[in-house]
C-alpha cells in the first residue's frame, strides 16, 4: 500500500491564479480531510468528507473547493490563489466511524507570490 | 466551536529527563483526545490518544492523562532521548463518527532534548 499520497509536493502559483492539489488514498478509507499548516497556528481543518458524494466544511474553508467522486481520491482546489493561502497543506485519511486514527499524506507546500 | 489550548508552545529539556506538554479543550462533548508527533519537514503521526471513558494511558515512556472535569489533558514522556525532539500536538474531537468528526488541533510545542 502506498498510503495516502499528494501531489505536488512544492507549488509556486501567483495570486489569481487557480490549481488542484490531489490527495488519493488506497486504503479503502471512508473519511478523507485537509488541513492547512502554518507557523504557530498548529492544523486547521479545510474540509472533510466521510464517504464518495459527501463533503462538508470545516474551520477554514473559504477560498476552497472540494469534490468526492470517488472513495480513493479528494482533490482541493483554489480557485483563485491569495498569498494568504501560503501554507503546508496535509491531506488525511481515517477507515471509518469506528477507527480513530488518521493517517497524513507527506503534505504539499505552496507559496502564493 | 471547540477550542485547544496547548503550553508551552517551545520546551527544552536534558537527555534522560521528562517532559510535559499540557492542553485545555472549551468543549465539553469532546470523546476523544490524541497527541501526535511532526518531525520537522515530515507529516504528523499519531503517538497515543485516550478517549473520555479512561483517565490514563501509557505506551512505554508515553503517557497521557485525562481530567474531564477540568478539561485538560496532558501528554508526559519519561527518559527522553535526541530522537523525542519534534513539534507535538494535541487535539480533541466530539464525535469519532458522522458529520461530527472534526479534530482541532493545538497549536503545537517544539521539544527539543539536548544531548
Redesign the interface.
Known amino acids: 500500500n502506498a498510503g495516502v499520497t499528494q501531489t505536488p509536493k512544492f507549488q509556486v502559483l501567483k495570486t489569481g491564479q487557480s490549481m488542484t492539489l490531489q490527495c488519493a488514498q488506497d486504503m479503502n478509507h471512508e473519511?478523507m480531510?485537509w488541513y492547512r499548516q502554518d507557523p504557530?497556528?498548529?492544523?486547521?481543518?479545510i474540509h472533510?468528507s466521510?464517504g464518495a458524494g459527501?463533503t462538508?466544511q470545516?474551520?477554514v474553508p473559504n477560498g476552497y473547493n472540494v469534490s468526492r467522486s470517488t472513495t480513493e481520491d479528494f482533490p482541493l482546489r483554489l480557485l483563485s490563489a491569495a498569498p494568504s493561502q501560503t501554507s503546508v497543506y496535509?491531506c488525511a485519511s481515517r477507515p471509518d466511524?469506528?477507527s480513530?486514527?488518521?493517517y497524513?499524506?507527506?503534505?504539499t507546500r505552496l507559496t502564493v507570490t | 466551536g471547540e477550542n485547544v489550548e496547548q503550553h508551552p508552545s517551545t520546551l527544552s529539556v536534558q537527555e534522560g529527563d521528562s517532559a510535559v506538554i499540557k492542553c485545555t479543550y472549551s468543549d465539553s462533548a469532546s470523546n476523544y483526545f490524541p497527541w501526535y508527533k511532526q518531525e520537522l519537514g515530515k507529516r504528523p503521526q499519531l503517538i497515543i490518544d485516550i478517549r473520555s471513558n479512561v483517565g490514563e494511558k501509557k505506551d512505554q515512556r508515553i503517557a497521557v492523562t485525562l481530567n474531564k472535569t477540568a478539561k485538560h489533558f496532558s501528554l508526559h514522556i519519561t527518559e527522553t532521548q535526541p530522537e523525542d525532539s519534534a513539534v507535538y500536538f494535541c487535539a480533541a474531537s466530539r464525535s469519532l463518527g458522522g458529520s461530527n468528526y472534526k479534530l482541532t488541533f493545538g497549536k503545537g510545542t517544539l521539544l527539543t532534548v539536548n544531548p
Open positions: 473519511y480531510s504557530g497556528m498548529g492544523l486547521r481543518l472533510y466521510v459527501i462538508d470545516g474551520e496535509f466511524r469506528s480513530y486514527e488518521q497524513f499524506g507527506p503534505g
